[in-house]
Each structure stands twice: as structure tokens, then as C-alpha cells.
């Protein structure tokens, strides 16, 4: 994986997605090719939310994996590569940037970074994952619905930011980061996970199709789910959107 991981990075002035992009030319391309684009047309978060990012201010790119391990553990190379991106910040900037399940970094509570990861077949069957990565860096100005929940490294940093030295720290961190997963580190993923969080002992409630969860957030999986302790029962939920309610103290 080291002699491939960003040798191949492929800067677009303007694409859809880089994660459709990227899915799109998996099959003739190694794992680690990175898809790195200035605009996206029609940018996705979870949940099929639109994505949208200032045109040269942010970083959206996105990045092939192309791991053998069994599927059932492709959610902690997710949240090892949230990992990656908080340490790459932190080594950046020593900003205080947290994790929120399952792919959310924070800065003093508000979003500056998401991640969509998917998992498709390349046309010869092979099980890839792609892992978007939106970071809002040089972006000071937000709708106005998203001000209370969104911010930037630039509005967090009171400074501008050289994209180009973040994103080598930041894939620097995702290569080391991967070789952890390829080496099934994951006990050591799940406890940097959670020590880069917050969340954990928190009154949450998580928002899955039609139905609300709440409970208090007790720990990550080994597979990475998130567990939630309930007042009847202990769960264990894969995807949601996670609200977290109060400070919770015993
Ligand atoms: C989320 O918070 O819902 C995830 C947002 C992920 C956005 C990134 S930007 C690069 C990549 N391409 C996309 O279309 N989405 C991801």
C-alpha cells in the first residue's frame, strides 16, 4: 500500500462528486488514487444531503481503497480515517478537533469536516471504499441556517490556510491510518477513535429513517457501530444522525 497510497492524485478544476468520479474509474486505477476537485456541481453528504463547498477556499477530495479484509470491518477503516483527519488538523494548527459518530469532526462543537464513505464493487467484483472528505478551510461565510453547526479552520484559526500543506499532512495521515487497518490493528483504531471524542457518556438521540433513538452513548463496537444504552435495552446502531442532547452526568 505505501508504494501506491497518493502517487496518483487527480486535481479537477470542476467535477459532480469525486466520490461518483472516483467510483467511476475504480476498476483502472490502484487503491490510493486520490480524486481532488475545486468545485463539485453536485457534491453529497450522507443521507444523499448535497454537499456544497466555495469554489478554491475547501478541500473536497476523495480517496480509493481497495482493502482485503472482510467487509464487516470496512466501518473502522471508516472512522480511522476521521482519525486521520483530526490528527493531520491537529498536527496542523494543535486545535482541539473532535470526533462525532460516525463521521463528523468538530471544532468548539461545530462542523468542519464531513465524510461519506461508500462501498462499491469495481467492475471485476472487487470490494472497494471510497472515502469522501469535505473540509471547510479557507470558507468564512455560511447560509444562514448552517451557522449555528458549520465553521472553518480559517474562522477557527483567525488565519488563512495553505490547502496544500494541510492536504499532505492530511493524506500522510490516511496513509498511516491504513496501514493500521491493513495490519487489523482495530483495538488500537476504536481507543484513538475515542479518545479524539466526546460524545461518549452523552445523552444522544439518533435519527435512523422513520424512528428516533435515545439514550446515552456507551461505546464503539468492535466493528465500529455505535452502542446505546437505553433505558430498556443496549443497541447497537451502523447509521444515523446523531443529535447530542445535554451534558449527561451520573
Ligand atoms: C457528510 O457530512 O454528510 C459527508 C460529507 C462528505 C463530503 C465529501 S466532499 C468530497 C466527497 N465527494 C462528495 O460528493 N462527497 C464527499
Redesign the pocket.
Known sequence: MSSSFHKHLIILDSID????YLKSIASEVNEGTIVL?EE?T??????S?A?V?QKYKNL???ILFKPKTETDKLGLLSLRSGTAIVRGIKSSFGAIVTCKWP??ILINGK?VC???SEVVKDSRGNTCMIV???INVNQTEFPVELQSLATSLAIEQHCTVDRLTLLSHLLHELEHGYQLFQAENYTDIIQEWKQNSTMLGQLISVEQDNSIITGIASDIANDGALIIQTKETSLKVYAGDVTIKKEYHT
Open positions: 462528486s469525486t466520490n461518483t476537485a463539485q453536485a457534491g453529497r453528504g450522507r443521507f444531503r454537499w463547498s473536497t477530495f476523495s463521521n463528523d462542523k464531513g465524510i461519506l469522501g472528505i469535505g
